[in-house]
Each structure stands twice: as structure tokens, then as C-alpha cells.
């Protein structure tokens, strides 16, 4: 914990070191003694909390001296100690700024030491309150985290603060690559715990026989290798929240375990037998339909509804429009930024290239695509030769880039239908178009209903 700082500003050399002396038998405080305004002033930015001011100075008197501390840090406390017992020079001093005013005696030191405790408990009540008007008043703002414009991401962000003002479990779906993990973590930010603990856990990348040490932690000597106590991710993300990714392949053993921790809010080491209270929200993401999971056997039903929460399903990348040439720019100026490159623009004719692509690795693949063609390029400009698309062989990326605009539409139409289940109002509305638009290509079989 960083010390408290008191300057004791005195000229007399035995008073000082007498009340630095003391003043430092506390061992949170951090005491240094200076015997003039000018080596006070010359050390302001030492940034203390709390000066002793000798009110007759060598170099000024203490009002003079007070006022130019106070412009150098106006929230730090000045406690005036003074050898006059004139009432009006108090009252005039503390009208002025001082938090208190001593008269030089024989109890002196006592009076400042019980002053110094009432001034930290105004001080740590006034920070109290500001931190509280501050969570109060502030609101994030999602779309700095997620960047996007488009309607179903500016639903997300909807959803997001609904999560995000509440205790409720989350549990995120979307395809690989769509930001669930940010999505979680922009959930914890906008909570009332953002500054408590947010610990993820990549279910998948957990060896099995591991995964229940990770999760639940074990005593020193709970089995061979157990040579220290381990605190599990649990135990870690208490009072906070506990991301799990890719929840869909927790094994079946492990989800009874898991459901037990949830009913019962409390969990105990492995090899223990202390029972440690938790008070945790859970944040989950799959890349699968988790209900179809359950309806397979392969997910605890029971589980499922403890977990689903308030469920946030992301867009694809292909669906979102405008929000790619958006995303494109923020990648492309990030990587300028860190790698000091000049400015690099994106060619109209590049832009094309980035809307006609289907990104079957979404917002992920879209950033190393970005990075890539800021590496290649030439006369800082993006070109469509600069775009390379690691999910698509060279031969698929000639025939996209050979398709006229209307096959696009055609295709993302198709695409979409078949998807929502020939639904024509719901995929009207996901790409922005007119009814009329699909019935008419319907009619002029330009695309055709595909079979549920």
C-alpha cells in the first residue's frame, strides 16, 4: 500500500526534526522536512498528501506560502501551524484553504497527530464519494470497445448494457472469429464489478486431466505433482466474472461438478475440505447451438438453463454491411500506429474487394487480411492485388472477383433464405432491403426457395 506523504515545513531545526520524528512512528506515513517555501515548492512533485506549514518563514508568511502550494496541487490538505494565538488569523487562513490551524505548544504534537486522523477520514470519505458520483454519471460507451454502425450490432450493444446492469449469467453464441470474448469483457467493463477480477478459460485448450484443477484448484499434496496449493479459475474470478469459451466441449463429467459449484455457490479444492463462498457472475461462449447440444445428449440440460442467462447471439461478419469497411480502417490505423508506419489509405477499387468477400473467418480474419495488405503494399495506398484472404484458395478468390454484383445479391440472398428458413420478412430485414427485392427475384427465378 503507498505511504501517506507529509511535508513538515518548519525553520526551526530541533521543532521539525522533533515533529518529523514523530509523526513518522507511524509506519504509513512517509515524513519529509523542509526548512523553507522554497525547498517545500522545489518538491511538489513528489505529490504529497498533507504539508505542515510553519506560518513564519525566511521567505514568506503562511498565507502567501499556502496559496502558491495551492496552485501548484489544490488537493493536497495544509494544516498551518503558528506560533499566534490571534483568532482573526485563523479564521482567515482557514477561510483561505487550510484544513486546520495549530498554536506552537507543548501539545503540539499530539493535537497534529489526532488532527492528521480526523483529516484522513474527511479525505477518504471525499474519495469515497467522488468514485461513487463517477460510477454514477459513468456510462460506457460500448461502441469503443465493438466498433460497428450497422442495426445488429447496435442490438448487441443494446443488449450488452441490459447484461451489463445486472447480475445475470451471459452466455454468447456466434461464429468463430466474431468477438465473444471482447463481448464478455465489455459486459464486465460496463458492470457495477469492472474493477473487480474478469478470469477466462478457454474450455478447449484445457487438457482433461487438468481441467478440474484449473477450474476448482487443490490442496499441497492432493495428488502426485501437487507440490504447492493451487487457486483455481473460480477462486480467482471471486466477486468478478468467470469467462468460459468454448463451454460446448466441457466434458459430461466435469458439467456435474460444475452444476454443483452453481447451486450451491460455493466450491472446495481439490483435496481440501474448506467450503469457499463465491459470489461470481458466469460469462459463457460457444460456437455451437448449445440447445441442439442438449437435445443430442452431449450438454447437461439442467446445466443449460443455469448458464444461458441472457443470451447474446453475434452477427457474422458477412452480415453487417458497412461495418466492414468500418472495422478495416480501425485495424489498418491500429497497425500503422504501433508499427510507426506512415498513414495508408484503401483504394475504392479495395473496398469493393472487402465487401464482395464472405469472411468465413469474420471480424478475425478481416484484421489479418488488413495487416497483411499494409505490409504489402506500395505508395501507401491499399490495392485489391495488396488483399489476401487466408480462408479461400487463389482459383475461389478469381471467381469472386469475376462475379458481377447482381450474382452477389443473388447469392447472399440465397445464402439467407435458406438459413432462416425461406423467412422473407426476417431477411429483409437483416440485409436492409425491400421485400419486393427478394419476391422479384423469386418471380424472375433469380433465385429460387430452398427446401426446409
Same mark, same amino acid.
Given at each position: 500500500?503507498?505511504?501517506?506523504?507529509?511535508?513538515?515545513?518548519?525553520?526551526?531545526?530541533?521543532?521539525?526534526?522533533?515533529?518529523?520524528?514523530?509523526?513518522?512512528?507511524?509506519?504509513?506515513?512517509?515524513?519529509?522536512?523542509?526548512?523553507?517555501?522554497?525547498?517545500?515548492?522545489?518538491?511538489?512533485?513528489?505529490?504529497? +498528501?498533507?504539508?505542515?506549514? +510553519?506560518?513564519?518563514?525566511?521567505?514568506?508568511?503562511?498565507?502567501?506560502?499556502?496559496?502558491?502550494?495551492?496552485?501548484?496541487? /489544490?488537493?493536497?490538505?495544509?494544516?498551518?501551524?503558528?506560533?499566534?494565538? +490571534?483568532?482573526?488569523?485563523?479564521?482567515?487562513?482557514?477561510?483561505?484553504?487550510?484544513?486546520?490551524?495549530?498554536?506552537?505548544?507543548?501539545?503540539?504534537?499530539?493535537?497534529?497527530?489526532?488532527?492528521?486522523?480526523?483529516?484522513?477520514?474527511?479525505?477518504?470519505?471525499?474519495?469515497?464519494?467522488?468514485?461513487?458520483?463517477?460510477?454514477?454519471?459513468?456510462?460506457?460507451?460500448?461502441?469503443?470497445?465493438?466498433?460497428?454502425?450497422?442495426?445488429?450490432?447496435?442490438?448487441?450493444? $443494446?443488449?450488452?448494457?441490459?447484461?451489463?446492469?445486472?447480475?445475470?449469467?451471459?452466455?454468447?453464441?456466434?461464429?468463430? $472469429?466474431?468477438?465473444?470474448?471482447?463481448?464478455?469483457?465489455?459486459?464486465?467493463?460496463?458492470?457495477?464489478?469492472?474493477?473487480?477480477?474478469?478470469?477466462?478459460?478457454?474450455?478447449?485448450?484445457?487438457?482433461?486431466?487438468?481441467?478440474?484443477?484449473?477450474?476448482?484448484?487443490?490442496?499441497?499434496?492432493?495428488?502426485?505433482?501437487?507440490?504447492?496449493?493451487?487457486?483455481?479459475?473460480?477462486?480467482?474470478?471471486?466477486?468478478?466474472?468467470?469467462?468460459?469459451?468454448?463451454?460446448?466441449?466441457?466434458?459430461?463429467?466435469?458439467?456435474?461438478?460444475?452444476?454443483?459449484?452453481?447451486?450451491?455457490?460455493?466450491?472446495?479444492?481439490? $483435496?481440501?475440505?474448506?467450503?469457499?463462498?463465491?459470489?461470481?457472475?458466469?460469462?459463457?461462449?460457444?460456437?455451437?447451438?448449445?440447445?441442439?447440444?442438449?437435445?443430442?445428449?452431449?450438454?447437461?440440460?439442467?446445466?443449460?438453463?443455469?448458464?444461458?442467462?441472457?443470451?447474446?447471439?453475434?452477427?457474422?461478419?458477412?452480415?453487417?454491411?458497412? +461495418?466492414?469497411?468500418?472495422?478495416?480502417?480501425?485495424?489498418?490505423?491500429?497497425?500503422?500506429?504501433?508499427?510507426?508506419?506512415?498513414?495508408? /489509405?484503401?483504394?475504392?477499387?479495395?473496398?469493393?474487394?472487402?465487401?464482395?468477400?464472405?469472411?468465413?473467418?469474420?471480424?478475425?480474419?478481416?484484421?489479418?487480411?488488413?495487416?497483411?495488405?499494409?505490409?504489402?503494399?506500395?505508395?501507401?495506398?491499399?490495392?485489391?492485388?495488396?488483399?489476401?484472404?487466408?480462408?479461400?484458395?487463389?482459383?475461389?478468390?478469381?471467381?469472386?472477383?469475376?462475379?458481377?454484383?447482381?450474382?452477389?445479391?443473388?447469392?447472399?440472398?440465397?445464402?439467407?433464405?435458406?438459413?432462416?428458413?425461406?423467412?422473407?420478412?426476417?431477411?429483409?430485414?437483416?440485409?436492409?432491403?425491400?421485400?419486393?427485392?427478394?419476391?422479384?427475384?423469386?418471380?424472375?427465378?433469380?433465385?429460387?426457395?430452398? /427446401?426446409?
Amino acid at each position: 500500500m503507498e505511504k501517506y506523504k507529509i511535508f513538515v515545513v518548519e525553520d526551526d531545526l530541533m521543532y521539525g526534526e522533533m515533529l518529523k520524528y514523530y509523526l513518522s512512528m507511524n509506519p504509513d506515513y512517509e515524513v519529509f522536512r523542509y526548512k523553507s517555501a522554497k525547498e517545500c515548492l522545489a518538491n511538489m512533485s513528489k505529490k504529497p +498528501d498533507l504539508i505542515t506549514l +510553519d506560518y513564519s518563514l525566511p521567505d514568506g508568511t503562511g498565507g502567501e506560502i499556502m496559496q502558491k502550494i495551492i496552485q501548484c496541487d /489544490s488537493s493536497v490538505a495544509i494544516i498551518m501551524i503558528s506560533g499566534q494565538k +490571534d483568532i482573526s488569523t485563523a479564521i482567515e487562513l482557514l477561510k483561505s484553504g487550510a484544513s486546520d490551524y495549530l498554536v506552537k505548544d507543548d501539545n503540539t504534537k499530539d493535537l497534529l497527530w489526532n488532527a492528521i486522523i480526523r483529516l484522513r477520514e474527511v479525505q477518504s470519505l471525499k474519495k469515497e464519494v467522488q468514485q461513487l458520483k463517477e460510477e454514477l454519471n459513468q456510462q460506457v460507451d460500448f461502441s469503443k470497445i465493438i466498433k460497428g454502425n450497422s442495426p445488429s450490432i447496435q442490438r448487441i450493444f $443494446g443488449l450488452i448494457a441490459k447484461a451489463a446492469n445486472s447480475s445475470i449469467n451471459v452466455s454468447i453464441t456466434g461464429e468463430t $472469429g466474431t468477438g465473444k470474448e471482447l463481448v464478455a469483457k465489455a459486459v464486465h467493463t460496463g458492470g457495477n464489478n469492472k474493477k473487480a477480477p474478469f478470469v477466462a478459460v478457454n474450455m478447449a485448450a484445457i487438457p482433461r486431466e487438468l481441467i478440474e484443477s484449473e477450474l476448482f484448484g487443490h490442496e499441497k499434496g492432493a495428488f502426485t505433482g501437487a507440490i504447492a496449493r493451487k487457486i483455481g479459475k473460480f477462486e480467482e474470478a471471486n466477486k468478478g466474472t468467470l469467462f468460459l469459451d468454448e463451454i460446448a466441449e466441457m466434458d459430461p463429467s466435469l458439467q456435474s461438478k460444475i452444476l454443483r459449484v452453481l447451486q450451491e455457490r460455493e466450491l472446495v479444492r481439490i $483435496g481440501g475440505n474448506e467450503k469457499i463462498k463465491l459470489d461470481i457472475r458466469i460469462i459463457t461462449a460457444t460456437h455451437k447451438n448449445l440447445a441442439d447440444e442438449v437435445t443430442k445428449g452431449a450438454f447437461r440440460e439442467d446445466l443449460y438453463y443455469r448458464l444461458i442467462g441472457l443470451p447474446i447471439d453475434l452477427p457474422p461478419l458477412r452480415e453487417r454491411g458497412s +461495418d466492414i469497411l468500418l472495422l478495416a480502417k480501425f485495424f489498418l490505423d491500429d497497425f500503422c500506429r504501433k508499427d510507426n508506419l506512415p498513414a495508408i /489509405s484503401i483504394s475504392v477499387e479495395a473496398k469493393e474487394r472487402l465487401l464482395s468477400y464472405i469472411y468465413p473467418g469474420n471480424v478475425r480474419e478481416l484484421k489479418a487480411a488488413i495487416e497483411l495488405a499494409a505490409v504489402m503494399c506500395n505508395d501507401n495506398t491499399i490495392t485489391p492485388d495488396d488483399i489476401t484472404f487466408g480462408s479461400v484458395s487463389q482459383k475461389q478468390q478469381m471467381i469472386f472477383a469475376e462475379k458481377t454484383l447482381k450474382e452477389f445479391d443473388m447469392e447472399i440472398v440465397t445464402m439467407f433464405l435458406k438459413k432462416y428458413n425461406n423467412n422473407i420478412n426476417k431477411v429483409a430485414e437483416i440485409l436492409d432491403i425491400g421485400k419486393s427485392t427478394i419476391y422479384r427475384m423469386l418471380q424472375d427465378n433469380s433465385i429460387t426457395l430452398k /427446401s426446409k
